[in-house]
């Protein structure tokens, strides 16, 4: 099964504050964020974009919200209690001007990034990270029980965990970074991959347990704009 053919997007233009996170040129993202909105215009995919919030500076990273996958979405739950407020946003968008079904986690000790969710088409890969522990591992599996869900440890977050449907076994791979900010997808069964140690434990770990044969794409993760390039 391919990846799931996408129909929209949710953006959130940057904001002033975002300067505050490391090392970011503000003027060369919000130049990378227009080229990307364009481009997805351009694939024929409805663009919703939302304002920036200068007292979130995170809120352009609108996927550590939310997971979404077969018309539903799992809530996530952010181990920042600043980023409370972007629930709020995200949630009313997906369900108001989306009208997508939202799945809440029940389980208050849960953390959960989206950015730590990785979804190959066929599967579901979950950092547990800084970020996202094994209770929010969990309700990513119970979330969406049709695909597998694979732990991986990033660094010092998370612990051993056993989870209905999991293939492997977590290993550490990196520090205070989220998994996607390791590795993402570039296109059907193409996964990219960063040229960095932590990206290489990662892709060990998927050459053991993905079910098919991928074709990997070697780069540095270096753009400022790409998803977690402040962590």
């Known amino acids: 099964m391919p990846l799931h053919r996408y129909t929209h997007a949710v953006l959130c233009r940057i904001p002033l504050s975002l300067r505050t996170r490391g090392e970011v040129t503000l003027d060369e993202a919000r130049t990378q964020h227009l080229a990307l909105a364009q481009l997805l215009r351009e694939l024929d995919i409805d663009v919703v974009e939302m304002p920036p919030d200068e007292n979130s500076p995170l809120c352009v990273f609108v996927e550590d919200i939310a997971v979404v996958c077969n ?47 990785l979804f190959t088409g066929r599967e579901f890969f979950v950092g547990l990270s800084h970020y996202t522990n094994e209770a929010g591992a969990r309700a990513v599996a119970a979330a969406f029980p049709e695909y597998p869900c694979v732990p991986i440890k990033v660094g010092d977050g998370g612990e051993e965990m056993i989870v209905e449907s999991l293939t492997s076994a977590p290993i550490q791979v990196a520090e205070s970074k989220r998994l996607k900010g390791l590795v993402t997808m570039a296109g059907p069964d193409i996964i990219c991959v960063g040229a960095g140690k932590e990206s290489q434990e990662v892709l060990k770990v998927f050459t053991c347990n993905l079910n098919i044969i991928i074709f990997y794409i070697y780069i540095y993760i270096y753009i400022h704009i790409v998803y977690n390039a402040e962590n």
Do not use: H, M
């Not at 409370?84 to 990034?113: C, F, G, S």
């Open 71 to 117: 018309g539903i979405a799992l809530i996530a739950r952010p181990n920042e209690p600043s980023r409370l407020k972007e629930i709020e946003t995200i949630r009313a968008v997906l369900k108001k001007e989306l009208e997508i079904p939202l799945i809440e986690i029940a389980d208050k000790n849960a953390r959960l990034d989206g950015g730590d969710v």
